[in-house]
């Protein structure tokens, strides 16, 4: 398990780094909707574009979150390669 | 036929029904269910309803609850289907197969369709559809619907009779197994539902506990009701999270399945769209691509449509002349040249330009750049308390308010589907074209200055109607719509080479809309408004054609209103102008064609923006100033001029409330701006 002191924000990941979704805040409908969608606990991310507005690739598909949404899924950042 | 959104259901279902339904490259564009016919290989007609997409049963806004309440037999309007199409794209399994697996629970005959095959064989991937058939006991079909490959497959598995019953190997996650067991039990007994669906109502009832109820749909029993509330109120003591371990297992059994029958050829890597979307949606580059796109389009209409239009404005005045020296002088002559070729002349004249808009909202439409644009305004939007998704439903006002009011069913929160819902109409309308179109033409004489100019002041008042938009959004979101931000997931669908044929058919459509409204309700008004300025007739046949308007119907009717929107600078005949345009707010200019094409009673028919450049007021002073123009414009921006938004707007809110509100709400900020741009303008020497 990575330690807790790893993680950061989604939407402070910077653009073309990959990551491990590890936690899942906000409501219970918007989670639930994440990990309908694939965006679970323990998928990978990429991160394609954006800082308020994010844009990323999960599983072949391009998924955007508003601000408020990447706020709450905190990742840990994977070194550059590992895909 | 379900399936998530972007998975090319509607593409599927025309190529198998034969039927035209719409098609783009963004979420949201089938919001209600459609029902086509087709004919199985024996000749068999059978009905093929198309659903809204959803990525899930737990559905988190209005579209996705159809597909719901469908599956389960909740809709009183529809049957349950006896066999269901599952649409996948291909090129993205695993999460395509979590709504399939959701399905499956039901144990109904289902057919797998592993749509845009082609596309997953090219990013390199392998589907073994004989090993996903036996694993889930269903019958699977690859196939690629744009390019109509797989149909006939796909028509011979529907016309079996002895399609399988859906069963996959799964069992519901032992934590929820017993609150399952009773709640469907009850939903047996008391809802008389069928134990499989029983069993996958239960389980999507145990783990969706803010789902979306919509109208039309048949409710729980008093029985299931309150034997859900009492494991809701456990599950909440006990802190569990049965949703998460309801979607944990079956993603498991998922990875599982996919292990078996998904093989990649090579690593997957960023795609083509990726790479573009880096781009087009990069806060700079992206914004000025998205700039370029708009000024692509204003130019486009003024510089390119100006050929067409003026062929037609030839054609027209020629027949009116035509008509005039064929024609003794008399109410007959004067219906045909002032009533229909005034009224509807002075309309198809825009034809041009309203298909160019057609054509440049199609383009977004079919690339997929409409979800990008919505990314893109998801910054500015937030500022007023909405999120990006409801920029699609505005984007798509540019065209028509109302297919833009319809989209706004796939935005989950009820109070932010109901400010966009409001604020939808201020986006300017191709029906406000040709309103924009005539003043400018009547402002700027054609020679003297560039399109660059008239394009300028179109653009100027897209903004305005937009600020507006957003202003309004602000308003509301602060007083009568409180809620917090809501967090935004959207996906963006690839990049997709636009399909002509598809925009040219809509194209077309929309221009035989736009003709068939010209020759009915256009010409009916203008017809109608001829006879309400020539009777009564002048007592003195000699008289003048302003004193024939002035003591006509429309005349004394216009005088009443006249004190009204005499601050705007507005006189009786621009009010009956207005008062006529609350039909559809193209009809001002047939109106105008009509009322000032009756007091020009020359040999030549007049161009309607010389004839209202020629109109004076009684003092003599000139009526069409730039200034009242321009406050014109401006009124038709904000002001609710059209009936059949209001109707749409009743029925998606299901009360006279908001379209009541809507239409004070606009007109009244309407008068007020107006008002306040005139009386400014008058002070300043315009």
């Known amino acids: 398990m990575p330690s807790p002191l790893n993680l950061l924000p989604l939407c402070q990941l910077s653009a073309g780094a990959t990551a491990r979704i590890c936690v899942i805040n906000g409501d219970d409908s918007f989670a639930q909707r994440l990990r309908e969608m694939g965006f679970g606990e323990a998928a990978l991310v990429t991160k394609i574009s954006g800082r308020t507005t994010s844009l990323c690739q999960v599983n072949g598909t391009r998924i955007a979150l508003n601000h408020d949404a990447a706020m709450a899924i905190l990742v840990e950042a994977l070194p550059a390669g590992v895909r | 036929m379900v399936g998530n959104p972007n998975c090319g259901k509607t593409t599927l279902f025309n190529a198998l029904t034969g039927l035209r339904q719409k098609v783009g490259n963004y979420p949201g564009v089938t919001v209600e269910k459609k029902i086509g016919e087709c004919y199985s290989q024996h000749g068999r007609p059978m009905k093929i309803i198309d659903l809204p997409g959803a990525y899930s049963l737990a559905a988190r806004s209005p579209d996705e609850a159809v597909l719901r309440d469908v599956l389960f037999g909740r809709r009183e309007d529809t049957p349950q289907p006896d066999r269901i199409i599952c649409v996948l794209d291909a090129a993205n399994l695993e999460r395509n197969l979590y709504l399939v697996h959701q399905i499956l629970d039901l144990g109904r005959p289902v057919i797998v369709v592993l749509n845009m095959m082609d596309v997953a064989v090219k990013t390199g991937l392998r589907i073994d559809t004989h090993k996903l058939a036996a694993a889930l006991g269903v019958v699977v079909v690859a196939c690629s619907a744009i390019k109509g490959e797989g149909l006939v497959e796909l028509k011979l598995a529907m016309s079996r009779s002895d399609l399988p019953l859906a069963r996959h190997r799964w069992d519901v996650p032992a934590p929820i197994a017993p609150a399952v067991a009773e709640l469907q039990a009850s939903l047996s007994d008391a809802d008389a539902q069928p134990p499989l669906i029983a069993r996958a109502e239960a389980l999507l009832l145990l783990t969706d506990f803010e789902s979306v109820r919509i109208a039309g749909s048949k409710p729980l029993s008093a029985r299931t009701a309150a034997v859900l509330t009492t494991w809701q109120q456990r599950c909440a003591r006990e802190e569990n999270n049965w949703s998460g371990t309801l979607i944990r297992s079956r993603y498991d059994a998922i990875d599982t399945l996919c292990g078996e029958v998904l093989r990649r050829t090579r690593p997957q890597e960023l795609s083509g769209s990726d790479r573009l979307d880096a781009i087009l949606v990069h806060s700079v580059w992206g914004w000025l691509f998205f700039g370029f796109i708009m000024a692509a389009l204003f130019f486009s209409i003024f510089y390119l449509a100006e050929y067409p239009m003026n062929w037609i404005d ?117 029906a406000r074209l040709p309103v924009y179109l005539l003043m400018i033409a009547t402002l700027l004489p054609a020679a003297a200055l560039p399109a660059t100019w008239k394009a300028g002041l179109m653009l100027l008042m897209y903004l305005l ?222």
Not at chain 2, 328 to 333: A, C, F, H, K, S
Not at chain 2, 343 to 359: A, D, E, K, M, R
Not at chain 2, 529 to 540: A, E, G, M, R, V
Not at chain 2, 566 to 585: E, N, Y
């Open chain 2, 465 to 686: 109607g937009t600020l507006g938009a957003f202003g309004f959004a602000w308003l509301f979101k602060r007083t009568l719509f409180k809620s917090a931000r809501p967090l935004m997931i959207m996906e963006l669908p690839a990049y997709q080479p636009p399909r002509l044929r598809e925009i040219i058919r809509q194209m077309v459509e929309r221009s035989w809309l736009f003709l068939k409204n010209a020759g009915t309700i256009i010409l009916g008004i203008s017809i109608v408004l001829w006879f309400l300025t020539t009777y009564p007739k002048h007592p003195d046949p000699q008289a003048s054609a302003d004193a024939q308007i002035a003591v006509s119907f429309a005349g004394q009717a216009g005088h009443l209103l006249e004190p009204v929107i005499k601050p705007l600078g507005f006189d009786w005949r621009i009010g009956v102008g207005l008062v006529t345009s609350f039909a559809a707010r193209e009809v001002f200019v047939s109106s105008m064609g009509v009322i000032f094409g009756v007091q020009d009673n020359a040999e030549h028919a007049l161009p309607v923006r010389d004839a209202l450049r020629a109109a004076r007021w009684p003092n003599g002073a000139i009526l069409f100033t730039p200034l009242v123009c321009f406050t014109l414009m401006v009124y038709y921006v904000f002001a609710m001029q059209c009936m059949s938004t209001v109707a749409v707007v009743k029925r998606e809110t299901n009360s006279w409330r908001w379209p009541l509100f809507q239409i004070a709400y606009m007109t009244g900020t309407a008068w007020l701006v107006c008002f306040a741009i005139y009386q400014m303008g008058r002070v300043l020497g315009y």
């Open chain 2, 314 to 430: 030839t054609h027209i005045a020629a027949l009116s002349s035509g008509i005039k020296t064929m024609l003794p002088p008399g109410d007959l002559r004067d219906l045909l040249t002032d009533g229909v070729i005034g009224g509807v002349g002075g309309i198809i004249v825009f034809l041009p330009q309203i298909l160019i808009l057609f054509f440049f909202v199609g383009l977004l439409e079919s690339t997929g750049y409409m979800a990008r644009a919505a990314f893109l305004m998801d910054r500015p939007m937030s500022k007023v308390g909405l999120h990006g998704k409801s920029f699609i439903p505005l984007l798509g006002s540019y065209a028509c308010a109302i297919p833009g009011i319809m989209a706004t069913r796939t935005i989950e929160n009820a109070k932010d589907r109901l400010v966009t819902i409001l604020i939808a109409p201020l986006m300017s309308c191709s």
